[in-house]
């Protein structure tokens, strides 16, 4: 089991950053690929960002150049930094881990999500 706790989400004004970090319960290099999704009212859940134990790393397009997805493996975290924010930025944020138990099985953990409000 992986639990993973989101912090860092609140109300910024369009063109403000912010910077979210999500804690995981177990030593993330055990923890293949981790990552950011969001989901806004109405919406279904979409990908932002994620890193891979080697660094690789994957961003939906709409945020290419303004987040920047990061792990550090000492402190068990996972961070999001975003920078500037737009009005459809705004959304619940879920920090997601995906750990393979086998080559071909692997489960994957979700935070329970931190809200984060870009006011125009």
């Known amino acids: 089991q992986v639990q993973l706790v989101e912090s860092g989400g609140g109300l910024v004004q369009a063109g403000g950053s912010l910077r979210l970090s999500c804690a995981a319960s177990?030593?993330?290099?055990?923890?293949?690929?981790m990552g950011w999704y969001r989901q806004a009212p109405g919406k279904q859940r979409e990908l932002v960002a994620t890193i891979t134990t080697s660094g690789s790393t994957d961003y939906a397009d709409s945020v290419k150049g303004r987040f920047t997805v990061s792990r550090d493996n000492a402190k068990n975290t996972v961070n999001l930094q975003m920078n500037v924010l737009k009005p459809e930025d705004t959304a619940v944020y879920y920090c997601n881990a995906r750990k393979y138990y086998s080559n071909s099985y692997y489960s994957d953990y979700w935070g329970h999500g931190t809200q984060v409000t870009v006011a125009s």
């Open positions: 177990v030593k993330i290099f055990t923890i293949s690929t």
